[in-house]
């Protein structure tokens, strides 16, 4: 049973008693959200991991993506990367591995995380057709479906499957004028095998047998925005926005079934485009949760898009964006670094935190409270305690230390708060 059919029939799982106390959230009302489809809890039948909610109401979580490519396959690496993820304050992972043993590199991610853990199973089929049949194209639906459900049984959370690229929609792609056209790289696998076999996508075709497989194991389903714009030139354009509007459909197909569902959102958008996006979102899609990439806000800096995309994201989390997908120094680049996850995650969590004082969440206020007091009171260790990033907080205070212990380096025996304190 999934935790959305529990909470359409009043049963509280105790998932849902954990996060209503961990978010501080009526839970009557949480079990409300569920049963809507408004919050999802990611937890796999077969999986035991920490119950995490995602949507209306709730903190604004994090995702960290990691995972090996064909060019760097080092399984103990990956692990490292999770397990840092998870240090500094991921609430999910997503393994979104393409290069060596898929299912052994899967299982060890599984087995090191406490988390959630997602994945997007195209990028499997279209590994295994390609070294099968030599190219990625000759995939079938037989082996579409045998990949899902085997990762269902697995224990993976969620699954991020791109079931809103169409046929028709594929074939206005073409005449739109994109500059980047597909971007996402599941999304170009399935349209790829639609333009080289004159078929219908499987995923769409045949979504009421998916949301079968995912009902069994209680897999949340994110609805991958395949036609998202790779670049602000081709941002909230017809074909991101007609994808958008199947995948309202499919939300609703979703609910009547019982299957836990989300939807993706635009990787590269212009501040000042990012509130409508979040708002039609929300309005065709009915409230599902909704999972961002960044967005990205400018195009121009390789090397700093986590920060362009923390500014997009601080942004959508303020305007309604549930689920920040991180994005690393290494985006667009090279497959990302131990220290790259950890500045990626910890610049998302910065954002995510700013989005819910925005919103007036309790719990993101109540840190800034005890944050103001430490600083009131010079209590560094408490400061180092509520921080994102305590660790180099408290390395950088220590590089260049106060003669004055209360005081940083910046002002010393100038420090406003110590002259204040001779005032009171």
Known sequence: MTQMISAKRGEVTEEMKIIAKEEKIELEKLVRYVAKGYVVIPKNVNRECKPVGIGKGLRTKVNANIGTSPDLVDINLEIEKAKVAEKYGADTIMDLSTGGDLKEIRKAILNNSKLPVGTVPIYEVGKIAKEKYGRVVDMDEDLIFKVIENQAKEGVDFMT???GITKESVERLKKSGRVL?????????????????????PLYKNYDYLLDILKEYDVTISLGDGMRPGCLLDNTDRAQIEELIILGELVERARE??????????????????????????????????????????????????????????????????????????????????????????VTKIAAQAADVAKGNKIAWELEKRMAYARRNQDWEEMFKIAIDGEKAKRMREEIPSKDEKACSICGEYCALLLAKKLD
């Open 257 to 346: 079934k019982g299957v836990q569902c989300m939807v993706e959102g635009p990787g590269h958008v212009p501040i000042n485009n990012i509130e409508a996006n979040i708002r039609i979102q929300k309005s065709v899609c009915k409230n599902a949760p909704f999972y961002v990439l960044g967005p990205v806000v400018t195009d121009i800096a390789p090397g700093y898009d986590h920060i362009t995309a923390a500014i997009g994201g601080a942004l959508a989390g303020y305007y309604g964006a549930d689920f920040l997908c991180y994005v690393t120094p290494a985006e667009h680049l090279r497959l990302p670094t131990v220290e790259d996850v950890k500045e990626g995650v910890i």
């Open 161 to 163: 499957l791109h079931c």
């Open 181 to 201: 056209g597909i971007v996402s790289r599941g999304g170009s696998f399935l349209a790829a095998y639609i333009v080289h076999n004159n078929e219908e996508n």
